[in-house]
């Protein structure tokens, strides 16, 4: 299995070229459920230790069902097969052009929920723009155990997130430990409290959003993904969900643009237009940076070939 490696603003995608489960053909969506009935441990033995490391994600790379899209890719991280992931779109364009498989300029890359147009600005530079995002619920209270009552609003940016804003706690690196806590005990509770994305979808990211010190960044957040660790990069998916909140409060106007800051303080430039079906069309800039390509080995007697699931 050939893979590359890259991370963008500390998170890491790890780009399967070749080598993968066969999926069959179709839709991208459908392909994506048939990984995630099928090849669990596919998934995990890809990402979790030894092989993989804590917040990875697999871009899995497959012929597309559109013809006009250079490459299908597939994302997934430890706990789940995600819709869309912007870091993991990021590294995939700047590792795509460390091959020299893409030269700066626009291609266009089908997701399971919708085409990314993509750019490289410079080799370690992808602008993209992100599936059509909205707020579906503002101000769900929420009753959470140990922490007590909150709100936070439903939006979706291409995975499902609950965005709590401002954090009761303050993002910041040396609070990581207790933002997970909170932000797992506030994902437990929407599931205990059947809160879900659109057509009962599962809503397996969190926010925790605050403002920044830095008069020149907008915000800073933490974001929970499905594998229970923090999101390095500002999360594109994430950034979407709270721009389409911004957007539907009137705090921010199509095209303006600002900094969004991961808790570790990796950096997206993010604006938006208005999308067609009264959504936004999230625009997001970031960067990454190739560390490694290799093969995979799966021996047939290695006791974690499935990786560590504990
Ligand atoms: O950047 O969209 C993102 C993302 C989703 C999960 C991890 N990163």
Redo the contacts with the bound molecule.
Sequence with gaps: MHVIDSHTGG?PTRVILDGGPDLGSGALASRARRLARDHRAFCDGVLRAPRGQPGM?GALLLPPDDPDCATGVIYF?AGAV?G?????TIGLGVSLSFLGRLSPGAIRVETPVGVIPLTLLDRNTVQLTNVESYRLRQSVPLDVPVYGRMTGDLAYG??WFFIVDPSPVPVQPSNIRVLNDLALAIRDACESAGITGASGAKLDHVVLQCQSDDPTVHGRNFVL?PDDEY?R?P????SSARLACLAADGRLAPGEEIVQESVIGSRYRLSYQPGPMGGILPTLTGSAHVMAEGRLIFEPGDPFREGIRY
């Design positions: 998170m994600v991280d995600l869309m992931c912007g870091h993991g291409g995975n993904c999101d990069s999360c594109g998916t994430g």
